[in-house]
């Protein structure tokens, strides 16, 4: 790479991982919408405070009325290529070590929420554009970063963009993996509401879960009954060798299930805690709506019984996620994540949810369509060069079920920040930037930068 921007990089570790902290330090997330703030106050003062920071660094910043900020270097005119990422995070949920607002740095990790989806990311790519412009490199394009707070949710803020200014055709987001990703999964998300039922086991009391997208690392239901049945619990949990925990109470017993939390794209190695619930709730004698999701999802993570189940060359296989499941006065409410191959028909695939959920209503609460940029496009040939060249290491473009934003560009991926290899903790307590590796990746943002957009 450019020697002087690798140097500018390297003097900037520290000004770009105190940025990070005061990023992270607010907790961005979607709540009820205020004037000037649809997404809640806490988006809204983190787009400010990342206005005012890349005002702070020269850029001159556009707003757009609390959904996002963009900020341009290079030559005006030509089609810029675009650099996406976002603000806001998903909540901090159970299991932190250490404050998840408030940023901790262990060596050279950095732990809060968001350090690594997306703050930490877009830093990278925000220190990569600026070396460019001290290393005075010529640019026969422009760069845009366009920072959303809305990604975690609704992905409105991209909307509202795109209604208010021109979208570039092109670019990336930094919001997954290297070495690069072409192919994205198509995402259904499914809301299922079914009657409580009046039949089997009575269970008077479940809240587990707050997003489509996470899957739950705990779950905790009340039940009605004997006592006793913490016994069996107990017994069952020791026969499944999985952790639950029970406790009697007077009204009956109080069951917690022990999964795994993660990100609903990447089930492998998590264990959903909603599934665990529902395999004990069914295992104690509950009927109608809640024995079939136990049935037709359970702990599985492939959709099999639901019908689901298929996989394609580009995409790999499909996966299904219970983000939430709860007991609300009105009865059962619950949500379905679906990623699902290019290739599949979503259509097929909701027909065949419905016949296996008859006792559910089931709603379409999300539909993406699934996206992919050819290997051999210059986009993909000229990100891999760039990270080949500063990793030393050959890269394939890969797919994901984690849909990012590089679905809003006509020829967009996404491009790292996480290494093959390093630890996945996106949606995640304890989530934690290594500062060393995010200099790096800013390193290989900086490189494809100048293959993209640098004059000859
Ligand atoms: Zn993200």
Same mark, same amino acid.
């Given at each position: ?7 500018? =990089? ?29 997404? *809640? ?9 990342? +206005? ?18 963009? +900020?341009?270097? *290079? ?29 901790? #740095? $262990? ?6 929420? *968001? ?8 830093? !990278?790519?925000?220190? %990569?554009?600026?070396?460019? #412009? ?27 963009? /795109? ?64 006592? !006793? ?7 069952? +949990? ?6 639950? #925990?029970?406790? @009697? ?21 998590? #264990? ?13 004698? %509950?009927?109608?709506? =809640? ?46 994540? =679906? ?6 028909? =979503? ?7 419905? @016949? ?31 990270? *080949? ?6 890269? $394939? ?8 934003? @590089?679905?809003?560009? $006509? /020829?967009?991926? !996404? ?24 200099? /790096?990746? %800013? ?14």
């Amino acid at each position: 790479m450019n020697q002087q921007v690798s140097r500018w =990089l390297e003097e900037h570790r520290e000004e770009m991982a105190d940025m990070l902290c005061r990023w992270v330090r607010i907790p961005s997330l979607r709540s009820d919408p205020e004037p000037g703030a649809p997404f *809640g106050p806490e988006i809204r003062r983190m787009l400010d405070q990342a +206005a005012e920071d890349l005002r702070g660094m020269g850029y001159a910043v556009r707003t757009f009325d609390g959904y996002a900020l963009d +900020a341009s270097m *290079g030559p005006e005119g030509e089609e810029p290529i675009a650099v996406l990422g976002h603000l806001d995070v998903v909540p901090a949920g159970d299991g932190w070590d250490t404050p998840p607002f408030e940023p901790v #740095r $262990k060596g050279n990790r950095l732990y809060g929420r *968001g350090t690594n989806d997306d703050k930490g990311p877009v830093l !990278a790519a925000l220190f %990569a554009m600026t070396a460019i #412009r001290e290393a005075g490199i010529p640019l026969k394009s422009g760069i845009r970063l366009i920072l959303g707070g809305d990604e975690e949710s609704e992905w409105e803020d991209m909307a509202y963009y /795109q209604a208010h200014t021109q979208m570039p055709a092109t670019g990336f987001s930094p919001d997954a993996s290297f070495p690069l990703i072409n192919t994205e999964k198509a995402i259904l998300h499914l809301a299922l509401r079914a009657p409580a039922c009046a039949e089997g086991l009575a269970v008077t009391e479940m809240n587990t879960g707050e997003r489509p997208n996470v899957i739950p690392g705990e779950s905790r239901a009340a039940v009605a009954g004997d006592p !006793a049945l913490a016994d069996r619990v107990r017994a069952l +949990a020791a026969e499944w060798q999985l952790p639950y #925990r029970a406790e @009697a109470s007077e009204r009956g017993v109080t069951i917690t299930a022990e999964g795994i939390g993660g990100h609903s794209a990447h089930p492998d190695g998590r #264990r959903n805690a909603i599934g665990m619930m529902l395999k004990m709730l069914r295992a104690l004698g %509950a009927a109608g709506p =809640l024995a079939e999701l136990a049935d037709a999802v359970g702990l599985e993570s492939d959709g099999k019984s639901l019908g689901c189940a298929c996989a394609d060359e580009a995409s790999g296989p499909l996966t299904c996620n219970i983000g939430i499941l709860r007991l609300e006065e009105a009865g059962w409410y619950g949500t379905l994540d =679906l990623r699902c191959p290019v290739t599949a028909d =979503l259509d097929v695939l909701l027909a065949s949810v419905r @016949a296996r959920l008859p006792g559910w209503t089931v709603e379409v609460l999300e539909r993406k369509p699934p996206h992919h940029v050819p290997a051999d496009s210059e986009l993909v040939t000229a990100l891999l060069a760039a990270y *080949g060249e500063e990793t030393g290491r050959p890269g $394939k473009p890969m797919s994901t079920g984690g849909g990012t934003y @590089a679905k809003v560009l $006509k /020829q967009g991926v !996404a491009f790292g920040a996480l290494f093959p290899g390093d630890e996945e903790l996106a949606h995640q307590p304890n989530e934690y930037q290594d500062l060393d590796r995010l200099l /790096q990746a %800013a390193g290989i943002y900086a490189n494809a930068l100048i293959r993209l957009c640098g004059k000859e």
